[in-house]
Structures are given as C-alpha cells and as structure tokens.
C-alpha cells in the first residue's frame, strides 16, 4: 500500500536527516523512481519530500541554537547549507526570526514535528473506474521535458502553457488532420522518471494505428515532432469531470488517497496519459489513464 511506502519513506528520512539527501535518495530506499515517488508523497502529505526534509532540519537546528553554544555557522553546516548567509534567510522564512535571534531564549520559533502518516476513513464517496489492458502502441507527439518539482505545484503553469503554445501555434491542429473525423482524440503522454533524473517527459499527440496517414508522419519528424511508444500494460481508467485541468489534478489526489490504499494496486513504471476525445461524453474533460499492477 502506498500509505506503507509513505510512512517506511519517512522513517528513512528521520534516520537519515543530517545526510546530505534529497527525495532521489529517498525515493530509492523505497524502491520507486524519483518521478512516483515525488508525486505519491506530493499528493498525500501536500508537501515535497524536499519541503519536508528541509522544514524538519529548520525545526532541529532551532532547538539545537536555543539549547545548545552551537554556532550559526555550526548549525548551517551541519543541517546541509554551503554558507551561513543561505542558511540564516531560509531559517529567517521559516522560523519568522534569525539563527542569532534564536538563541535568546523567548524568540518564537516553528515547530514541525514528524509525520505520522494514519488512513483517515471517509464515508461512503463511489469513485468509477474501469480496469483496462494495452499491448504496444505508438504515437507523434510534441515533447517536452519538465522538472519533477513541479509536480502538484499548484503555481505552476508550465504543463497548461505548453498545451497553450501547442494550439497557438497549430501544431496540434495540422497533426489531428493525420487521423479520420470522429478518431481525432489527443493524447496527454507522460513518461515515467528514470532512475536518478530529475526530469519527465510530456508529450502532445496523436495514437498510430491503422486509421492515421502514415505518408506524412516523416513530414512532422522532420519539424520536431517525436515517435513516442508505450509497452504493453494494465491500467486502471478514471474519468475527469469538469470543465478544465483542475479536475485531473483532482483525480490524481483520489488515485493516492482512496484507489491504492482499498485495491491493493499500485502504480508501475510505464507512461500515463490523458485522452481528449474528439466527440466526448458530456462533462468529461479528459479520461487518466493510470498503468498499475497489484503487490
């Protein structure tokens, strides 16, 4: 269960919080890519495993300045900052006051206490989905590569604007022309993180099967547009209703929180992605495909 994963993560992290680690390093002690694990952590604890790591070394050199002689630049080397200046306006951030301030005693000071991660029962919401099978496909796609950061940021834009340009630019709209009125569905491809890389792919396209012009496929590679193919898999299929992107977001946080922890699956390292169908179902904005196996 992914709750387990979360809460063996934290422990790892506690253990480990004077090391100089990242949410990579944590990530493995799991045995998951950067890329899911950033995501899963993400979305059920509302913070990065970046963010917590940080706000838990911010906590305990606060209470080593208050109890202890330890000097600022003692703290800032020891909690992994390369200078005290970094360290002194990240803890100024956080705290509301600065490392020497936190040394009088009286100075208010933060406090963020472990997470205990508890499976909180919610009464009776019905979430569809269906169970379905793929065996190898291949699409065109635009692709870009973004940070793992900025996954469940709700500031960033950077995944919308892209589709955005995509359609400003018509170079969606020429590459649906490829496929038959009524098949014309766009698909949002997103690749699973390779171990130790800190970026995922994103891709804008279209399937091809025997209902796209292959004929003009070598026209669009040559302007930009990438082969993007997938290996057979199980994927458990949501639907996203709503009337804009939110309602992905949405259905991911219920994948965590509600899908993995009641079926026992969990997600596998293989490609996600929205379908925009053409001639959709009324008030569905996208259909998430999830690949998944059961543990």
């Not at 709209?173 to 490829?178: A, I, Q, V």
Request: charged letters at 25%.
């Amino acid at each position: 269960m992914s709750i387990q994963l979360i809460q063996q993560a934290i422990c790892y992290m506690e253990e480990h919080i004077y090391e100089n680690i990242n949410y990579i390093d944590v990530a493995d002690s799991i045995h998951m890519s950067g890329y899911n694990f950033h995501r899963m952590f993400s979305f059920i604890t509302g913070m990065t495993a970046n963010e917590y790591i940080r706000n838990r070394r911010l906590t305990l050199a606060a209470q080593e300045l208050q109890a202890t002689g330890i000097s600022v630049i003692e703290a800032a080397y020891k909690y992994g900052y390369e200078t005290p200046e970094s360290f002194s306006k990240a803890f100024s951030r956080f705290h509301g006051s600065t490392p020497k301030q936190a040394k009088q005693k009286g100075t208010s000071l933060h406090l963020f206490n472990p997470l205990v991660i508890k499976i909180k029962m919610e009464g009776g919401n019905i979430m569809d989905y269906r169970m379905e099978h793929t065996e190898y496909q291949k699409f065109i796609a635009l692709v870009k590569a973004f940070s793992n950061e900025i996954i469940n940021d709700d500031n960033d834009n950077s995944i919308p604007s892209f589709w955005t340009e995509c359609y400003e630019k018509d170079l969606i709209g020429t590459l649906k022309l490829l496929r038959p009125e009524g098949k014309r569905d766009v698909y949002g491809l997103c690749s699973p993180a390779k171990e130790n890389e800190t970026h995922f792919n994103y891709g804008i396209g279209i399937i091809i099967d025997e209902n796209t012009n292959i004929t003009e496929l070598n026209k669009f590679l040559n302007n930009g547009y990438s082969i993007w193919e997938t290996n057979p898999a199980d994927y458990a299929v949501f639907k996203c209703i709503g009337s804009d992107g939110e309602c992905i977001g949405e259905t991911w946080d219920k994948f965590f929180k509600e899908f993995i922890p009641q079926t026992g699956y969990i997600q596998t390292e293989d490609t996600d992605f929205e379908i925009y169908f053409e001639n959709g179902e009324s008030g569905v904005f996208c259909e998430l495909w999830i690949p998944v196996k059961k543990i």
